[in-house]
């Protein structure tokens, strides 16, 4: 059983589509994040959700939108993809409490072309 | 605010040596602090974490870190290094007031020589 799962693992698409990235946990957390790692490795939190709604919202572009149906889902969608958004994108859970770790999903490879 | 930083960004050791990781925090309040590793094309795994307890924490792998607030540090150190502990490293801080979020640093590279 996975336990923080994201879907695709890689994709590779056209500037100016649109996509999305889809997360699900079964770890039972309240708090679900997104995180873009550079082609340097540097992990950014991008959104954070507790209990479906919107806590963090960094300085990200209005493309990308996140959406959660429910506390066990944080989906990603993303507009008009450009070549900079070329990344690793990883979604993360944990329980509300900044004591306790967060886990990781697998990762999704965006590539742009 | 809080942040983190990692002093080396690429560290080699021998096979057999001792493994040191270097990370430096600052945190406006109490920090809760992990360390992460990553293994090429994967996602981050739990190293260890400290959470206010004991000063010494121990993980897997045989990884353990010391927190000391005198010297806002939490360096990462393995006795002896295995092959299979080739990857890339990464340290992270919290706090009961954040947003819930980790705050990582740049990361550090570790190769393991035979």
């Known amino acids: 059983d996975t336990a923080v799962s994201q879907t695709p693992k890689y994709l590779v698409t056209q500037m100016g589509n649109d996509k999305s990235i889809k997360c699900e946990q079964n770890?039972?957390?309240?708090?679900m994040y997104w995180y873009k790692q550079d082609s340097k490795k540097f992990l950014k939190i991008m959104f954070s959700?507790?209990?479906?709604?919107?806590?963090i919202n960094e300085t990200v572009p209005n493309r990308f939108s996140p959406k959660s149906p429910d506390k066990a889902h944080l989906n990603l969608h993303i507009n008009s993809l450009e070549l900079g958004d070329s990344a690793v994108y990883f979604c993360?859970?944990?329980?509300?409490?900044?004591?306790?770790?967060?886990?990781f999903g697998q990762g999704t490879r965006l590539t742009v072309v | 605010a809080q942040s983190v930083t990692q002093l080396g960004s690429h560290v080699s050791v021998s096979e057999g040596a001792l493994v040191l990781l270097r990370c430096n925090y600052s945190?406006?309040?109490?920090?809760?602090l992990f360390w992460y590793v990553q293994y090429p094309n994967q996602g981050l795994q739990l190293l260890l974490k400290?959470?206010?307890?004991?000063?010494l924490v121990k993980g897997i792998n045989g990884f353990e870190a010391e927190f000391k607030k005198s010297e806002t540090s939490f360096h990462l150190t393995k006795p002896s290094a295995h092959m299979s502990d080739a990857a890339e490293y990464f340290c992270?801080?919290?706090?009961?007031?954040?947003?819930?979020?980790?705050?990582f640093g740049s990361g550090t590279q570790l190769t393991v020589l035979p």
């Open positions: 400290y959470t206010s307890a004991a000063t």
């Open positions: 770890l039972g957390h309240d708090t």
């Open positions: 959700y507790n209990n479906k709604e919107l806590i």
């Open positions: 993360a859970s944990s329980h509300r409490t900044g004591r306790t770790e967060a886990f």
């Open positions: 945190s406006s309040v109490p920090p809760y």
């Open positions: 992270a801080v919290s706090h009961s007031g954040s947003a819930r979020q980790l705050t």
